[in-house]
């Protein structure tokens, strides 16, 4: 840690004030996570079809993003604290609901109904924090601070939330590793109640009246409508999260089917060695995108990384088999190339520094709609084009994303330093204007 960041109270980027509140991100996560890669093959076990199960994934990505979209402004008007804290909330109840009266009656409309409401919860609490984070981390070093953000979030929903059920769904099964979930979403919420000390965020909120409020609120609605850039790195967003979201609920299937031959334990532990890549690539990503530029990291090791990893993830293991360590070498490449979208975080409110929560807003809509789109790209395609298809249709999405990239332009203040130092560098661009 330099002597400049630690008189601003950053550790290689990372606000220490926040500390606990990224730890409490990995903990919820790692509830909230917990049955993303076994849920799909567990409800077809119940009795159900492929295609139901991607509906229900779908439904809950499709409420995720209209909660994330109001869930950035959200947080800047009233609070990161406050709406992390009725996120928690509400997670706990819907799962126990969906628990109960879903899972253990096989009643499809209900799992699907408190599921999807439990959609609403996990973005009031991770995308509020993401806000938190933008308010207090200077804007040099903002891809890093996300770096750092993301880099708990995997720790989450993919080491732990994904090694954890594959040693404890053989002792206590599929539903008591789902009841366990809760004890970790309760943990990350009382400490961001009880020992994230940073108050600057609460306070930024509290001198607005109720109109100034809902005009903020109308804001986040119509940003993607006023700003191109921020509407061209909306799409961009949800593009980079597609396989993220849609392999969990084709893979399993996939994988653990005799044309392959893993059991449920080792796609779980494949599963989740993406995610130990991003534990580390997430924060060297953020780091680096600081200093080569964040869309041009994003165009090159973020979307066309991910075309060809994504199809790696498919043929590997067709080709060798059910051979462990080929599966996790190109589950390892996806996960490096998902992790150079860190900078992702920094760009949507270094486009539009005047309304960071609005524009924040737009990135967790994004988001939304990612874990949305996965899902829905499957259930609309694997029954025409089989799991084969539907992977070409992810890989084809991600070479959009690389012509999208030309036309995000924003101001990347690593770059401008080097620009002020030495040879002008290409890749450095005027900010977005507002249409």
């Not at 919820?28 to 996570?33: L, N, Q, R, V």
């Not at 590793?177 to 109640?193: F, S």
């Not at 990893?309 to 190109?330: K, Q, R, W």
Request: charged share 10%; with cysteine; aromatic share 14%.
């Amino acid at each position: 840690m330099t002597h400049r960041e630690e008189s601003r109270g950053l550790l290689f980027g990372m606000p220490l004030s926040l500390i606990w509140g990224y730890i409490a991100i990995a903990l919820f996560m790692t509830g909230d996570g917990i049955e993303l890669a076994f849920l799909s093959r567990y409800v077809v076990d119940l009795g159900f079809s492929a295609t139901q199960a991607s509906l229900l994934f779908t439904v809950y990505g499709l409420l995720a993003a209209l909660s994330g979209w109001s869930s950035g402004v959200l947080a800047d008007v009233f609070g990161p604290r406050r709406i992390m804290r009725i996120g928690v909330a509400a997670w706990i109840l819907f799962h126990a609901l969906f628990l109960v009266f879903g899972l253990e009656e096989k009643n499809f409309s209900l799992m699907v109904l408190f599921y999807g409401i439990r959609g609403l919860a996990y973005p009031l609490f991770i995308y509020a924090f993401v806000v938190w984070v933008a308010q207090v981390t200077p804007r040099a070093r903002l891809a890093s601070a996300m770096g750092w953000y993301w880099t708990m979030y995997s720790i989450g929903i993919g080491f732990l939330g994904t090694y954890l059920p594959s040693f404890s769904i053989p002792h206590i099964g599929f539903m008591g590793t789902l009841w366990m979930a809760i004890a970790w979403v309760a943990t990350a919420g009382a400490m961001v109640v009880f020992l994230v000390k940073d108050r600057q965020a609460e306070d930024s909120g509290a001198s607005r009246n109720p109109a100034e409020r809902f005009h903020e609120l109308g804001r986040g609605v119509t940003i993607l409508f006023r700003h191109r850039g921020i509407l061209v790195a909306a799409i961009v967003r949800i593009i980079c999260n597609l396989t993220l979201f849609g392999f969990p609920v084709i893979m399993p299937l996939f994988f653990t089917s005799p044309e392959v031959g893993f059991s449920m334990e080792q796609w779980l532990r494949i599963w989740g060695a993406l995610f130990i890549v991003t534990i580390f690539t997430n924060v060297m990503w953020g780091l680096i995108g600081d200093r080569i530029g964040w869309v041009f990291q994003m165009r090159w090791f973020g979307c066309a990384g991910c075309a060809l990893a994504t199809l790696a993830f498919y043929y590997v293991p067709l080709a060798y088999g059910a051979s462990f360590p080929a599966a996790v070498l190109a589950a390892a490449a996806l996960g490096v190339g998902v992790s150079a979208f860190v900078p992702m975080g920094a760009i949507f409110p270094a486009m539009a520094p005047e309304h960071k929560g609005a524009a924040i807003s737009a990135h967790n809509l994004a988001a939304g709609l990612s874990n949305f789109m996965g899902p829905a790209i499957a259930t609309l395609s694997i029954s025409a084009v089989g799991v084969e298809g539907v992977v070409w249709i992810y890989a084809s999405l991600y070479l959009v994303g690389v012509v999208l990239t030309y036309f995000i332009h924003v101001e990347q203040p690593g770059l401008e330093h080097k620009a002020r130092s030495g040879p002008r560098i290409p890749h450095s661009s005027n900010a977005s204007k507002a249409i």
